[in-house]
């Protein structure tokens, strides 16, 4: 199955677009954040004692006590909801991964918020049976967009048929442009698959600029352009008429990774991963300057700066520089279409939302399964990357399986060590490497839990590894795992201030 480019279903798509996207106001500049890291009420109070303007805040998915609290606090803030674990990408969404009940939660905690949007990654943390700890981004196919599509409309639909009490109307489902780690798959430019999504669905669009940076870097783009020649091409594919927020946020080199210098007919840029955490480089600052003034975006509601484990002094300098850079911009809002028209149009015809065929299914099912076998082989050294690759996508994703992705199960979002130190005290008595901790974790499919969660995750996976490789450490192991888990579940309902 392809897209039609029948213009009359196109614009039928964008008239429904246009009657979701008319509700929400124009917020203005705002920051995209966690609930924990930096503390969101010692953020705001920061802001305000600088007399720092916020237009709203994006909250990202958190224990629904946290996020019931920070409606509750901030009552005159305007909040959208960063979701997760929505993994539309996915060819067994609907049947692998609860996602009824995960959309239920979201109807939940977005009514819960008040949420002018539900944003969520265009991206998936699960993948055929296997987890990670970041976002990898989605086989770049058609195979890949017409699934996506049709299961980001699905999700809408059922947001929909969710109780919205006074909110009146479920909030617009926005998918995130995803980020690249050193690699990409699938033949299908970037910026078209944005394309062929909102062709066939409804949804709004997060353009994130240190994301589009990563296509540049990882695609092999900066061989043959500069940035700003790339992204002038970009913008021209891209469907920025669909842009309902933009996002702007750190990049930097990985600590535990060597950046290595390659070659083109122009400079090597530097190995950058999104890192909120980290300063926002010129070169964002570059493009955003740039896309803020394409006409073509008409439908913005917000810029939000993504500041979640980044220091609240640097929030406020960042944010500072921003403000300023948008002062000459104050028109934006006058460039989007009245709310008023757009829920009276009607579209020229009824919105379809065509289910795939079971072959684009299976042809997207088996591109999955084909990459985690491939993560699984370079992992653990049995094979090398396909010789077919050229050589900077080879480097890129062999740097991603043998390095960055140890360095994910065994530090990111938990050291295995810090958290179970008695454990790992009798491993290094017996020479068991943690390497294997790495190769256990995708030695095997699991069946996805109702609610994703990486740490609690990475807890019962290492409690099942000690089992195998020292069952006589596995008393020892489920007293660390429970207490472990105990303080995580009572640390997440609530922040670090709260009295």
């Known amino acids: 199955m392809t897209y039609s480019t029948d213009p009359s279903s196109r614009e039928a798509v964008y008239d429904e677009f246009l009657r979701r996207a008319g509700r929400i106001p124009f917020l203005g500049v705002g920051l995209s954040v966690d609930v924990y890291s930096p503390d969101v009420f010692d953020l705001y109070q920061e802001l305000r004692r600088e007399q720092i303007p916020m237009g709203y805040l994006e909250i990202f998915h958190a224990d629904s006590k946290a996020l019931e609290m920070v409606r509750a606090r901030l009552p005159d803030t305007p909040l959208a909801y960063h979701a997760e674990g929505v993994w539309v990408t996915q060819p067994d969404w609907d049947t692998a991964y609860n996602s009824q009940e995960r959309v239920r939660a979201i109807a939940c905690n977005s009514r819960m918020l008040q949420a002018h949007w539900v944003n969520q990654e265009c991206a998936a943390k699960e ?41 009146a109307n479920s909030p617009l489902l926005l998918l995130e442009s995803p980020p690249l780690t050193y690699f990409l798959m699938g033949e299908l430019p970037y910026a078209e698959f944005f394309s062929n999504i909102t062709g066939k669905a409804p949804c709004g669009l997060v353009l994130d600029l240190g994301h589009v940076w990563t296509v540049y870097r990882y695609s092999g783009a900066w061989r043959n352009q500069c940035l700003e020649s790339f992204f002038e091409d970009f913008l021209k594919k891209f469907p920025l008429e669909r842009v309902i927020q933009i996002h702007v946020a750190g990049l930097d080199c990985h600590p535990h990774i060597p950046t290595e210098v390659g070659s083109g007919l122009f400079e090597n840029p530097p190995d950058w991963i999104d890192a909120h955490e980290a300063p926002i480089p010129d070169e964002l600052l570059m493009l955003l300057a740039r896309v803020i003034r394409e006409p073509r975006l008409l439908n913005l509601k917000g810029i939000a700066l993504e500041v979640d484990n980044k220091q609240i002094p640097l929030i406020c300098r960042e944010m500072k520089t921003v403000l300023k850079m948008m002062e000459p911009f104050v028109h934006v809002p006058a460039r989007v279409p009245s709310p008023a028209a757009n829920l009276q149009k009607v579209s020229t015809c009824p919105v379809e939302n065509v289910e795939p065929s ?35 996508m080879h480097k890129g994703f062999h740097v991603y399986a043998t390095q960055y992705l140890p360095y994910e199960i065994l530090s990111w979002g938990g050291d295995v060590r810090v958290m179970f130190p008695n454990a790992c005290a009798i491993l290094d008595q017996y020479g068991i490497s943690l390497k294997q901790f790495v190769e256990f974790w995708f030695a095997h499919p699991r069946t996805s839990e109702s609610e994703y969660d990486f740490f609690l995750l990475k807890i019962n996976v290492f409690v099942e590894f000690i089992g195998q490789v020292f069952p006589g450490a596995s008393s020892l192991v489920k007293q660390e795992a429970e207490f472990l888990a105990q303080g995580y579940l009572l640390a997440s309902q609530v922040p670090s201030t709260y009295p």
Do not use: K
């Open 358 to 392: 079971w072959e684009t299914r299976e042809v997207l099912t088996r591109q999955y399964r084909e990459f985690m076998a491939l993560v699984s082989e370079v992992l653990s050294g049995r094979l090398d990357v396909p010789s077919q690759w050229d050589a900077e």
């Open 127 to 167: 993948i055929a049976g296997f987890s990670f700890g970041t976002y990898l981004p989605p086989v770049f196919t058609r195979a890949s967009a017409d699934i996506t599509a049709y299961q980001a409309w699905n999700v809408q639909l059922q947001l929909d048929e969710c109780a919205w009490g006074l909110q």
